[in-house]
């Protein structure tokens, strides 16, 4: 059973920062590539970040290029996402996702079969 749990979310004024945690279980996670979405309040679900499973590759939403570094540590099981130069725009729900294909990665929300919980991102202007 692959769980993912999410943590580091929180209240952070525009132009601050924020570093997000996912840690997984139930699986070799070094095998597997992880990805980042987010929800704002009235929107659909958009992808994020994406890092393949060694971390050699990362694939960034044209919004958060040059602002949020995807990272994982594979000896903790655990990807990140630190946010820079945060905007009101960035306030969602974050979500760390990950596929059911090892040696696979995809932007696409539909090659994602396992979620965390989400943890809320509100950047105040």
Excluded: H
Excluded at 35 to 43: E, H, M, S
Excluded at 60 to 87: E, P
């Amino acid at each position: 059973q692959v769980q993912l749990v999410e943590s580091g979310g929180g209240l952070v004024q525009a132009g601050g920062s924020l570093r997000v945690s996912c840690a997984a279980s139930g699986r070799t996670f070094s095998s597997y590539s992880m990805g980042w979405f987010r929800q704002a309040p009235g929107k659909e679900r958009e992808f994020v970040a994406a890092i393949t499973w060694g971390g050699s590759n990362t694939y960034y939403t044209d919004s958060v290029k040059g602002r949020f570094t995807i990272s994982r540590d594979n000896a903790k099981n655990t990807v990140y996402l630190q946010m820079n130069s945060l905007k009101p725009e960035d306030t969602a729900v974050y979500y760390c996702a990950a596929p059911s294909r090892a040696f696979t990665v995809s932007t696409l929300e539909r090659a994602y079969d396992y979620w965390g919980q989400g943890t809320q991102v509100t950047v105040s202007s």
